[in-house]
């Protein structure tokens, strides 16, 4: 009789002790991270030069490395539309919103942020981020306000400028090397910053149409823009433009576009480059060329991805893996992995954890186990 009594009494304990851990867990709303072996609907990707890299997911901020991307929460109704890592220091992130004109400031990877308005003269949202860790600059690219310029002081981010434009920001970038550069990029015009950022001025001698931008911390610095048809050209300075298309294929007479460029923070020196040949005049007519890698800063690219379907829109490189590449296309925002880049082992989205236990099942768990108590005292 006392075994049958105290037999009862411990699983009467345990029961009391698991339902009182559940209700705890819903009153603070406890959730497992949502983690994706691989994403669906990238928008915007940030390589880290240390630590892990972010993605902007279907207006969600990931953080992660290839098969393993960790949902990185943010303030309630952001939807974001870009992200930048600090190349100095991994947990300096910020996020750009595409409903308010607003940037947001973690120092912590993501586990608080600090909202910073840019106008309230302007409706739009951020299209584009780019950090200058040097100068601690931030610069942020608009749909409808251009180009701010923001200085990170430590205890906040003050406004100290702004590029005014008619048309929409397609790519921002800067230099994290102490020479100040940064470009903006808009769907026919590029403007480079002078004074670190205070001046701006529009680049009239690429006898092209720009197309894509990137900018390599390499020493020196080297910047990078894709054209309509002239394919890649690279600077030092911003003002003098050499072609860098070794490998590329550019042949006289054809017309040799660069759709998207990217660099890999950790190798700077590794440039990947995204192609496709334009035919006609009247109207025009678009062929996908293939995805090229160079190793040694656009001096010569062999092809990583020869001949594809579709044409390439984006390019999202992982960190310290030559070769390693993922590419978005005009028909997908799902990474499709070229050359050395992993494949995803799953497709599903991995399921979230339940948040906790409803009321009603608290409530009969707490029935239950004061029945059970009683029933050990009877």
Do not use: C
């Not at 851990?21 to 990707?45: F, I």
């Not at 308010?100 to 942020?113: L, V």
Request: charged share 15%; aromatic share 6%.
């Amino acid at each position: 009789m006392n075994a049958r009594r105290i037999s009862i009494l411990v699983l009467s304990l345990i029961l009391i002790a698991a339902v009182f851990a559940g209700a705890m867990n819903v009153l603070r709303g406890e959730t497992e991270p949502v983690v994706r072996p691989q994403l669906a609907n990238v928008r915007d990707y940030s390589p880290a030069a240390q630590g892990p890299s972010y993605a902007v997911d279907g207006g969600a901020l990931f953080a992660g490395v290839p098969n393993y991307w960790t949902q990185v929460q943010t303030p309630a109704g952001v939807i974001v539309s870009a992200v930048a890592v600090d190349a100095q220091n991994p947990d300096l992130v910020y996020i750009g919103a595409a409903n308010e004109m607003a940037i947001y400031r973690s120092t912590d990877a993501g586990d608080s942020w600090d909202r910073i308005p840019l106008t309230s003269e302007a409706i739009g949202g951020v299209t584009d981020l780019a950090l200058d860790s040097v100068q601690r600059l931030v610069y942020v690219g608009t749909d409808t306000a251009g180009v701010f310029r923001l200085r990170d002081v430590g205890s906040s981010v003050i406004v100290g400028g702004q590029l005014l434009l008619e048309e929409p920001v397609v790519e921002v970038a800067a230099d994290s090397t102490g020479k100040g550069m940064a470009f903006a990029r808009t769907q026919w015009n590029l403007y480079r910053a002078e004074n670190f950022g205070m001046t701006w001025t529009t680049v009239t001698n690429l006898k092209s149409v720009p197309t894509a931008l990137a900018i390599a911390n390499t020493e020196p610095a080297k910047v990078y823009v894709g054209t309509m048809d002239r394919g890649l050209l690279v600077s030092e300075d911003g003002q003098t433009w050499t072609t860098a298309n070794e490998g590329l294929g550019l042949v006289p007479g054809s017309r040799l576009q660069v759709n998207d460029l990217a660099v890999d923070p950790q190798q700077p020196e590794v440039v990947y480059v995204a192609t496709s040949y334009l035919y006609g005049t009247s109207e025009v007519h678009e062929a996908p060329a293939g995805v090229a890698m160079s190793t040694d800063s656009a001096e010569a690219f062999h092809p990583i991805a020869g001949q594809m379907d579709v044409v390439v829109a984006d390019l999202m490189p992982v960190p310290g893996m030559t070769g390693a590449v993922y590419a978005l296309t005009t028909q997908s925002r799902t990474p499709l992995a070229l050359g050395n880049a992993p494949v995803a082992t799953e497709v599903a989205v991995a399921p979230a954890a339940e948040s906790g236990l409803s009321f009603s099942a608290i409530l009969a768990w707490i029935v239950a186990g004061l029945a059970a108590a009683a029933l050990a005292f009877a």
